[in-house]
Protein backbone atom coordinates (compact mmCIF):
# COMPACT_ATOMS: atom_id res chain seq x y z
CA UNK A 1 0.00 0.00 0.00
CA UNK A 2 1.04 3.76 -0.62
CA UNK A 3 2.17 5.49 1.80
CA UNK A 4 0.23 8.66 1.77
CA UNK A 5 1.73 12.49 2.50
CA UNK A 6 0.66 13.41 5.67
CA UNK A 7 1.33 15.74 8.56
CA UNK A 8 0.58 14.19 11.71
CA UNK A 9 0.74 16.55 14.32
CA UNK A 10 0.97 14.11 17.10
CA UNK A 11 4.56 13.94 16.38
CA UNK A 12 7.22 17.21 15.98
CA UNK A 13 5.44 20.62 16.13
CA UNK A 14 7.51 23.38 14.28
CA UNK A 15 7.21 26.65 16.12
CA UNK A 16 4.71 29.74 14.78
CA UNK A 17 4.56 32.32 16.77
CA UNK A 18 1.75 34.55 15.03
CA UNK A 19 0.68 38.17 16.41
CA UNK A 20 -3.21 38.88 15.96
CA UNK A 21 -5.70 41.42 17.38
CA UNK A 22 -2.96 44.13 16.90
CA UNK A 23 -5.10 47.03 16.23
CA UNK A 24 -1.85 49.52 15.15
CA UNK A 25 -1.16 51.11 11.68
CA UNK A 26 -0.37 48.28 9.12
CA UNK A 27 3.57 48.21 8.69
CA UNK A 28 5.03 46.78 5.59
CA UNK A 29 6.92 43.75 6.97
CA UNK A 30 3.66 42.63 8.80
CA UNK A 31 2.68 39.15 8.35
CA UNK A 32 -0.26 37.89 6.42
CA UNK A 33 -2.21 37.31 9.57
CA UNK A 34 -1.76 40.36 10.99
CA UNK A 35 -2.25 42.49 7.77
CA UNK A 36 -5.77 40.71 7.16
CA UNK A 37 -6.96 41.37 10.85
CA UNK A 38 -5.88 44.90 10.72
CA UNK A 39 -7.62 45.28 7.49
CA UNK A 40 -10.62 43.86 9.31
CA UNK A 41 -10.37 45.82 12.19
CA UNK A 42 -10.01 49.29 9.43
CA UNK A 43 -13.57 48.68 8.13
CA UNK A 44 -11.97 46.73 4.86
CA UNK A 45 -14.98 44.44 3.86
CA UNK A 46 -13.33 43.21 0.74
CA UNK A 47 -11.13 41.31 3.89
CA UNK A 48 -14.08 39.74 5.17
CA UNK A 49 -14.05 37.18 2.54
CA UNK A 50 -10.46 36.23 3.85
CA UNK A 51 -11.56 35.77 7.36
CA UNK A 52 -13.63 33.05 9.19
CA UNK A 53 -15.33 33.42 12.90
CA UNK A 54 -16.09 31.38 15.63
CA UNK A 55 -17.72 29.46 16.69
CA UNK A 56 -17.68 27.67 12.57
CA UNK A 57 -20.77 26.13 11.43
CA UNK A 58 -20.23 23.01 13.04
CA UNK A 59 -22.47 21.19 15.40
CA UNK A 60 -19.64 18.93 17.07
CA UNK A 61 -17.57 18.30 20.42
CA UNK A 62 -14.16 16.63 21.11
CA UNK A 63 -12.83 17.48 17.66
CA UNK A 64 -10.10 15.37 16.01
CA UNK A 65 -8.22 16.92 12.76
CA UNK A 66 -5.87 14.37 10.63
CA UNK A 67 -4.21 15.92 7.40
CA UNK A 68 -3.56 13.57 4.66
CA UNK A 69 -2.47 15.08 1.02
CA UNK A 70 -3.38 18.25 2.00
CA UNK A 71 -6.90 17.45 2.62
CA UNK A 72 -8.56 17.69 6.69
CA UNK A 73 -10.29 14.96 8.05
CA UNK A 74 -12.67 15.88 11.00
CA UNK A 75 -13.55 13.67 13.57
CA UNK A 76 -15.44 13.92 16.94
CA UNK A 77 -17.66 13.06 18.95
CA UNK A 78 -21.37 13.71 16.44
CA UNK A 79 -23.59 11.05 16.06
CA UNK A 80 -24.97 8.43 18.50
CA UNK A 81 -23.74 5.27 16.60
CA UNK A 82 -20.44 5.84 15.55
CA UNK A 83 -18.31 8.96 14.39
CA UNK A 84 -18.73 11.35 10.70
CA UNK A 85 -16.30 12.43 9.09
CA UNK A 86 -16.16 16.02 7.33
CA UNK A 87 -13.14 17.30 5.13
CA UNK A 88 -11.89 20.55 4.25
CA UNK A 89 -8.72 22.39 2.35
CA UNK A 90 -8.84 25.20 4.76
CA UNK A 91 -9.90 24.16 7.98
CA UNK A 92 -13.20 26.64 7.86
CA UNK A 93 -15.32 24.96 5.06
CA UNK A 94 -16.26 21.33 6.32
CA UNK A 95 -18.52 18.73 3.89
CA UNK A 96 -19.86 15.86 5.44
CA UNK A 97 -18.94 12.34 4.13
CA UNK A 98 -20.93 10.59 5.92
CA UNK A 99 -19.96 7.53 8.74
CA UNK A 100 -16.30 6.85 8.86
CA UNK A 101 -17.78 4.20 11.36
CA UNK A 102 -21.23 2.79 12.39
CA UNK A 103 -21.96 0.49 14.95
CA UNK A 104 -23.24 -2.51 13.53
CA UNK A 105 -25.14 -5.20 14.76
CA UNK A 106 -22.65 -7.33 16.09
CA UNK A 107 -20.65 -4.55 17.45
CA UNK A 108 -19.63 -4.57 21.27
CA UNK A 109 -20.02 -0.94 21.44
CA UNK A 110 -23.30 0.17 21.96
CA UNK A 111 -23.44 4.07 22.64
CA UNK A 112 -21.71 7.04 23.85
CA UNK A 113 -19.40 7.10 21.67
CA UNK A 114 -16.82 9.55 22.56
CA UNK A 115 -13.92 11.35 21.15
CA UNK A 116 -12.06 9.66 18.77
CA UNK A 117 -8.43 10.17 17.18
CA UNK A 118 -7.00 8.67 14.01
CA UNK A 119 -3.47 8.08 13.29
CA UNK A 120 -1.71 6.29 10.15
CA UNK A 121 0.60 3.45 10.75
CA UNK A 122 2.50 1.92 8.03
CA UNK A 123 -0.17 2.71 5.25
CA UNK A 124 -3.30 2.04 7.30
CA UNK A 125 -5.47 4.10 9.20
CA UNK A 126 -6.38 3.30 13.22
CA UNK A 127 -9.30 4.72 15.22
CA UNK A 128 -9.16 4.99 18.66
CA UNK A 129 -12.33 5.46 20.06
CA UNK A 130 -14.23 4.99 23.44
CA UNK A 131 -17.91 3.89 23.87
CA UNK A 132 -19.87 1.68 26.44
CA UNK A 133 -20.51 -2.24 25.98
CA UNK A 134 -21.27 -5.03 27.91
CA UNK A 135 -18.35 -6.14 30.73
CA UNK A 136 -18.93 -9.77 31.51
CA UNK A 137 -22.80 -11.03 31.66
CA UNK A 138 -24.38 -7.38 32.62
CA UNK A 139 -22.51 -4.67 33.55
CA UNK A 140 -21.66 -2.06 31.12
CA UNK A 141 -18.71 0.77 30.75
CA UNK A 142 -17.05 2.66 28.92
CA UNK A 143 -13.22 1.27 27.05
CA UNK A 144 -11.14 2.17 24.38
CA UNK A 145 -11.60 0.34 21.20
CA UNK A 146 -9.56 0.20 17.80
CA UNK A 147 -11.00 -0.10 14.47
CA UNK A 148 -8.94 0.34 11.27
CA UNK A 149 -9.33 1.22 7.02
CA UNK A 150 -7.33 1.80 4.43
CA UNK A 151 -8.88 5.43 3.52
CA UNK A 152 -9.38 8.20 6.14
CA UNK A 153 -12.53 8.48 5.00
CA UNK A 154 -13.43 4.85 6.49
CA UNK A 155 -15.13 2.48 6.45
CA UNK A 156 -13.32 1.69 9.71
CA UNK A 157 -13.91 -2.03 11.18
CA UNK A 158 -13.42 -2.88 14.40
CA UNK A 159 -10.15 -5.02 15.21
CA UNK A 160 -10.04 -4.67 19.19
CA UNK A 161 -13.11 -4.15 20.92
CA UNK A 162 -12.07 -3.50 23.46
CA UNK A 163 -8.26 -2.45 23.66
CA UNK A 164 -7.67 -3.24 27.06
CA UNK A 165 -9.57 -3.64 30.38
CA UNK A 166 -8.89 -2.20 33.91
CA UNK A 167 -11.52 -2.72 35.47
CA UNK A 168 -13.05 1.06 35.38
CA UNK A 169 -14.48 3.21 32.49
CA UNK A 170 -11.90 4.93 30.31
CA UNK A 171 -12.44 7.30 27.71
CA UNK A 172 -10.35 9.93 25.43
CA UNK A 173 -7.69 8.13 23.76
CA UNK A 174 -5.06 9.87 22.23
CA UNK A 175 -1.80 8.00 20.31
CA UNK A 176 1.47 9.70 20.33
CA UNK A 177 3.67 8.31 17.48
CA UNK A 178 7.30 9.28 19.16
CA UNK A 179 9.09 11.33 16.59
CA UNK A 180 12.46 10.61 19.28
CA UNK A 181 12.31 6.41 19.57
CA UNK A 182 9.84 5.46 16.95
CA UNK A 183 7.58 4.02 19.56
CA UNK A 184 3.79 4.84 20.05
CA UNK A 185 1.68 5.77 23.49
CA UNK A 186 -1.66 5.55 24.51
CA UNK A 187 -2.98 8.25 26.61
CA UNK A 188 -6.41 8.14 28.00
CA UNK A 189 -8.64 9.43 31.20
CA UNK A 190 -9.59 7.18 33.67
CA UNK A 191 -13.19 8.44 33.84
CA UNK A 192 -14.71 10.06 37.36
CA UNK A 193 -17.88 7.70 36.71
CA UNK A 194 -16.34 4.86 37.77
CA UNK A 195 -13.03 6.29 39.68
CA UNK A 196 -14.35 8.95 41.41
CA UNK A 197 -11.88 11.81 39.71
CA UNK A 198 -10.91 12.29 35.94
CA UNK A 199 -7.04 10.68 35.77
CA UNK A 200 -4.74 10.86 32.84
CA UNK A 201 -2.78 8.10 32.36
CA UNK A 202 -0.05 6.44 29.45
CA UNK A 203 0.83 3.22 28.39
CA UNK A 204 3.03 2.24 25.11
CA UNK A 205 1.18 0.68 22.43
CA UNK A 206 3.01 -2.70 20.23
CA UNK A 207 4.04 -1.61 16.82
CA UNK A 208 1.06 -2.69 15.33
CA UNK A 209 -0.92 -0.21 17.77
CA UNK A 210 -3.11 -3.13 18.71
CA UNK A 211 -1.96 -4.15 22.18
CA UNK A 212 -0.59 -2.96 25.04
CA UNK A 213 2.75 -2.89 26.68
CA UNK A 214 3.70 -3.14 30.07
CA UNK A 215 1.34 -1.50 32.62
CA UNK A 216 -0.13 2.11 32.65
CA UNK A 217 1.63 4.87 34.04
CA UNK A 218 -0.25 7.77 36.03
CA UNK A 219 0.55 11.13 34.60
CA UNK A 220 -1.42 13.91 35.88
CA UNK A 221 -5.08 14.57 37.79
CA UNK A 222 -6.49 17.88 39.70
CA UNK A 223 -3.84 19.54 41.02
CA UNK A 224 -4.60 23.05 40.20
CA UNK A 225 -7.46 25.40 41.87
CA UNK A 226 -9.08 26.74 38.25
CA UNK A 227 -8.62 22.92 37.27
CA UNK A 228 -12.08 22.01 40.16
CA UNK A 229 -11.27 18.68 41.97
CA UNK A 230 -12.80 16.18 39.56
CA UNK A 231 -11.55 16.36 36.12
CA UNK A 232 -8.24 16.17 34.02
CA UNK A 233 -9.56 14.53 30.64
CA UNK A 234 -8.77 14.98 27.03
CA UNK A 235 -5.35 14.47 26.60
CA UNK A 236 -3.36 15.83 23.21
CA UNK A 237 0.52 15.20 23.77
CA UNK A 238 3.31 16.44 20.77
CA UNK A 239 6.98 17.05 20.96
CA UNK A 240 7.87 20.44 20.70
CA UNK A 241 11.19 20.73 17.80
CA UNK A 242 13.49 21.32 19.81
CA UNK A 243 11.90 20.93 23.27
CA UNK A 244 9.76 18.79 25.22
CA UNK A 245 7.00 16.66 25.48
CA UNK A 246 3.70 18.68 25.61
CA UNK A 247 0.51 17.49 26.81
CA UNK A 248 -2.61 19.73 26.46
CA UNK A 249 -5.68 18.80 28.30
CA UNK A 250 -9.04 19.56 29.50
CA UNK A 251 -10.18 20.09 33.04
CA UNK A 252 -13.65 20.75 34.74
CA UNK A 253 -16.79 18.85 33.10
CA UNK A 254 -17.39 19.25 29.76
CA UNK A 255 -20.80 20.64 30.36
CA UNK A 256 -19.65 23.51 32.66
CA UNK A 257 -18.80 26.85 31.36
CA UNK A 258 -15.69 27.39 33.36
CA UNK A 259 -14.32 23.82 31.17
CA UNK A 260 -11.02 24.95 29.80
CA UNK A 261 -7.62 23.85 28.35
CA UNK A 262 -4.27 23.55 30.20
CA UNK A 263 -0.60 22.24 29.21
CA UNK A 264 2.20 19.90 31.23
CA UNK A 265 5.70 19.70 29.62
CA UNK A 266 7.92 16.34 30.37
CA UNK A 267 11.28 14.94 28.81
CA UNK A 268 9.90 11.44 28.52
CA UNK A 269 6.23 10.19 26.84
CA UNK A 270 5.70 8.63 30.58
CA UNK A 271 6.56 11.77 32.68
CA UNK A 272 6.92 12.96 35.05
CA UNK A 273 4.75 16.16 34.02
CA UNK A 274 5.23 19.38 35.26
CA UNK A 275 1.87 21.50 34.86
CA UNK A 276 1.97 24.84 33.51
CA UNK A 277 -0.29 27.27 35.56
CA UNK A 278 -3.28 28.62 35.12
CA UNK A 279 -5.34 27.54 32.18
CA UNK A 280 -4.07 28.47 28.38
CA UNK A 281 -7.97 28.48 26.84
CA UNK A 282 -10.56 29.81 29.25
CA UNK A 283 -14.28 31.14 29.48
CA UNK A 284 -14.75 34.92 28.11
CA UNK A 285 -17.84 36.81 28.54
CA UNK A 286 -18.54 35.73 25.18
CA UNK A 287 -17.61 32.23 24.68
CA UNK A 288 -18.11 29.48 27.04
CA UNK A 289 -16.52 26.20 27.72
CA UNK A 290 -13.65 26.34 25.01
CA UNK A 291 -12.12 22.75 25.73
CA UNK A 292 -10.98 19.41 24.44
CA UNK A 293 -8.42 20.64 21.76
CA UNK A 294 -6.13 19.09 19.19
CA UNK A 295 -3.41 20.68 17.00
CA UNK A 296 -2.84 20.89 13.69
CA UNK A 297 -0.89 23.00 10.88
CA UNK A 298 -2.06 25.67 8.74
CA UNK A 299 -2.04 24.40 4.64
CA UNK A 300 0.78 26.30 4.23
CA UNK A 301 2.60 24.63 7.36
CA UNK A 302 3.78 27.94 8.56
CA UNK A 303 0.96 28.40 11.12
CA UNK A 304 0.08 26.07 14.30
CA UNK A 305 -3.61 26.18 15.00
CA UNK A 306 -5.82 24.65 18.20
CA UNK A 307 -9.03 23.28 17.28
CA UNK A 308 -11.40 22.77 19.84
CA UNK A 309 -15.16 23.20 20.77
CA UNK A 310 -17.29 25.69 22.79
CA UNK A 311 -20.55 26.09 24.00
CA UNK A 312 -23.55 26.13 21.50
CA UNK A 313 -25.12 28.22 24.06
CA UNK A 314 -23.26 30.41 26.86
CA UNK A 315 -24.74 28.93 30.06
CA UNK A 316 -22.63 25.91 29.14
CA UNK A 317 -24.41 21.89 28.51
CA UNK A 318 -24.16 19.11 26.14
CA UNK A 319 -24.50 20.92 22.69
CA UNK A 320 -20.85 22.38 20.98
CA UNK A 321 -19.69 23.85 18.62
CA UNK A 322 -16.32 23.66 16.77
CA UNK A 323 -13.68 26.83 16.79
CA UNK A 324 -10.40 27.21 15.90
CA UNK A 325 -7.50 29.74 17.26
CA UNK A 326 -3.82 30.45 16.55
CA UNK A 327 -1.15 29.16 18.70
CA UNK A 328 2.75 28.95 19.38
CA UNK A 329 5.24 26.70 20.85
CA UNK A 330 8.32 28.25 21.98
CA UNK A 331 11.49 27.61 24.15
CA UNK A 332 12.33 30.11 26.25
CA UNK A 333 15.78 31.32 27.36
CA UNK A 334 15.60 29.05 30.20
CA UNK A 335 14.70 26.14 27.88
CA UNK A 336 11.30 25.51 29.29
CA UNK A 337 8.69 24.84 26.46
CA UNK A 338 5.90 27.74 26.56
CA UNK A 339 2.53 27.05 24.88
CA UNK A 340 -0.06 30.19 23.97
CA UNK A 341 -3.33 29.98 22.54
CA UNK A 342 -4.46 33.34 20.93
CA UNK A 343 -8.08 32.93 21.97
CA UNK A 344 -10.97 31.72 22.53
CA UNK A 345 -11.86 34.70 19.83
CA UNK A 346 -15.50 35.22 18.58
CA UNK A 347 -14.65 38.21 16.39
CA UNK A 348 -13.50 37.86 12.42
CA UNK A 349 -10.17 36.43 12.23
CA UNK A 350 -7.92 36.04 9.00
CA UNK A 351 -7.95 32.25 7.40
CA UNK A 352 -5.52 29.92 7.90
CA UNK A 353 -2.61 30.81 6.26
CA UNK A 354 -2.19 29.14 2.64
CA UNK A 355 -5.78 28.78 2.29
CA UNK A 356 -5.99 31.11 -0.97
CA UNK A 357 -4.06 28.60 -2.67
CA UNK A 358 -5.26 25.26 -1.69
CA UNK A 359 -7.37 23.37 -4.50
CA UNK A 360 -11.15 23.25 -3.60
CA UNK A 361 -11.58 19.92 -4.86
CA UNK A 362 -11.75 16.85 -2.16
CA UNK A 363 -12.35 13.54 -1.97
Not at 247 to 272: I, K, N, Q, W
Amino acid sequence: MKRPAMTALASTLAFATVAVNQPTTQAADASPATQAVMAVLSGDSSALAETYCNPLPVQIADPFVLRVDGVYYLYGTNARDGYRVSTSTDLVHWEDKGYAYKRGRGSWGKRYFWAPCVVEQDGWYYLFYSCVGTIGKSRTSHRVCVAKSDSPLGPFEDVRTPLFDLGKAVIDAHVLQDPVTGRCWLYYALDCSENGISEIFAVELSRDLLSTVGDPVACIKPTQPWEGDKWNEAPYVFKAQGGRYVMMYSARGFFDPLYSVGYATADHPEGPWTKSPGPILRRTDEVSGPGHNCVIESPDGSELLAVYHVHKNIGGGHDRMLAMDRMSVVVDERGETIVRVAGPTHTPQPMPSGSARVPTTQP
